[in-house]
C-alpha cells in the first residue's frame, strides 16, 4: 500500500498553509512530522485524512485520488486536535457508539482496545470525568480498536504521564509491525527520534525530510 501526495498546496485566508508538499508513504513504517505551532503539522493530517480539500496537487492511496475516486481513506485510525467523544458516555460507550458505524469490529475488540492503552473497559465513569491523559488514552484506543491501515496521530503521547509516554510508544511500533502506515506529529523530539523510520520538518507550509 502506498499513500502519495503529489504538489499539495492549501490557502485558509490568504495564507499558505501548505505549499507544494510531496511525500511517498508506504505500509509498515513511521513517519514522523515536527513543526512550530501554525506550521502546517495538523493541517497536512486533516488532507491526509480527507477532512478538507487540498487547492493544488492531490492526494492518492493505491492509486485512489482522495476528493475524487474516494472522499476520505477507507481503512483510517484518527487523532487530530478538538476531536472530542461524547462526555456523557463511559469510554467503553463512546467506543461501542462508533464501532457501530462500520459494524467490523464487536465487543471484545473494543475492549481490547481499551485495554491496551492501560484503562478499564468497564469503568463506569463518565468521558468527562476523565483525567487528560485518560482522554487521551481512550482517543488512541478508538484509533487503532478496527486496526486500520492507515494511524495518523496528532501528538499521540500529549498528556500522558511518563508510564502513559512508554506504553502509547510501545503500542505504536506494534501497529507499526502489524503493518499500518503511520504518520505521527509531536512536539516531543524524542518520541520522532525513537518511532519514526523517516523523518520530516514542517516550516511554514514547506515539508523537508530530515
Given amino acids: 500500500m502506498k499513500l502519495i501526495v503529489n504538489h499539495i498546496s492549501k490557502v485558509l485566508k490568504n495564507k499558505k498553509i501548505l505549499d507544494d508538499i510531496s511525500m511517498e508513504l508506504e505500509n509498515g513504517k513511521v513517519y514522523g512530522l515536527c513543526g512550530e505551532n501554525g506550521?502546517?503539522?495538523?493541517?497536512?493530517?486533516?488532507?491526509?485524512s480527507g477532512l478538507i480539500k487540498v487547492d493544488n496537487g492531490h492526494i492518492a492511496i493505491d492509486e485512489m485520488k482522495l476528493g475524487k475516486d474516494i472522499s476520505v481513506l477507507p481503512s483510517l485510525g484518527l487523532i487530530i486536535e478538538n476531536a472530542g467523544l461524547?462526555?456523557?458516555?463511559?469510554?467503553?460507550?463512546?467506543?461501542?457508539?462508533?464501532a457501530g458505524i462500520k459494524n467490523i469490529i464487536g465487543q471484545d475488540e473494543i475492549k481490547n482496545a481499551i485495554r491496551s492503552v492501560g484503562l478499564?473497559?468497564?469503568?463506569?465513569?463518565?468521558y468527562?470525568?476523565?483525567?487528560l491523559g485518560m482522554k487521551q488514552r481512550l482517543l488512541i484506543a478508538q484509533a487503532i480498536m478496527e486496526k486500520p491501515e492507515v494511524l495518523l496521530l496528532d501528538e499521540p503521547?500529549?498528556?500522558?504521564d511518563n508510564q502513559g509516554v512508554e506504553?502509547?510508544?510501545?503500542?505504536?511500533?506494534r501497529e507499526r509491525?502489524?503493518?499500518a502506515l503511520i504518520v505521527i506529529t509531536s512536539h516531543n523530539k524524542e518520541d520522532i527520534d525513537l518511532l519514526a523510520d523517516e523523518r520530516?520538518?514542517?516550516?511554514?507550509g514547506k515539508l523537508k525530510k530530515l
Fill in 120 to 126: 478499564n473497559p468497564d469503568d463506569r465513569r463518565t
Fill in 128 to 131: 468527562m470525568k476523565y483525567s
Fill in 200 to 204: 520530516f520538518v514542517i516550516e511554514e
Fill in 39 to 48: 506550521s502546517g503539522k495538523t493541517m497536512l493530517l486533516r488532507a491526509l
Fill in 177 to 179: 509491525d502489524r503493518g
Fill in 86 to 98: 461524547y462526555p456523557g458516555l463511559t469510554g467503553y460507550e463512546n467506543l461501542r457508539y462508533l
Fill in 157 to 160: 503521547t500529549n498528556g500522558l
Fill in 167 to 173: 506504553l502509547i510508544r510501545k503500542l505504536i511500533l
